[in-house]
């Protein structure tokens, strides 16, 4: 499944809820889902930097693909981590650089983001960018 596929399974699960309350405890029941991070990681080094919640998101390249494991102390946030490694983990960084992210905006959560919650989010994405591209240019030159 690639990333547009993975965003497409999001979306669809959200289009039939008109309500934000379901679509927030569906943002917060991905987070309970999510395998989160190994502890080991949660450690400044891999924090983010621009979220008021704590996040962690630590990734590894293996076999030319870039895999993130994340996590954060709240709710929402941790849900919205969750999506994000959902749909980047397990793709080349070419993919995870040239992912537009659609999802976001179709599912309506950019406009129903408190302004530091998005600023947070786009941090996450912005790091998890960051990731692919350090990998690209060390493994694939």
Not at 32 to 53: A, H, R, V
Not at 67 to 85: A, C, H, K, R
Request: hydrophobic share 40%.
């Amino acid at each position: 499944m690639d990333i547009a596929e993975k965003e497409e399974a999001i979306v669809s699960e959200f289009e039939f809820m008109e309500d934000w309350l379901d679509k927030y405890q569906l943002i917060i029941d991905k987070g309970n889902e999510n395998e989160g991070i190994d502890p080991k990681y949660k450690t400044d080094q891999y924090l983010i930097e621009g979220c008021q919640s704590k996040v962690w998101i630590f990734a590894e390249y293996k076999e030319g693909k870039v895999y993130y494991q994340g996590e954060s102390n709240t709710d929402i946030v941790g849900g919205i981590v969750s999506m994000l490694v959902q749909v980047l983990s397990g793709e080349t960084p070419d993919d995870i650089l040239a992912a537009k992210l659609d999802f976001i905006e179709k599912i309506g959560l950019k406009e129903h983001l408190s302004p530091t919650r998005s600023n947070g989010m786009l941090a996450m994405i912005k790091q998890m960018r960051l990731y692919a591209m350090v990998f690209k240019e060390k493994f694939e030159g």
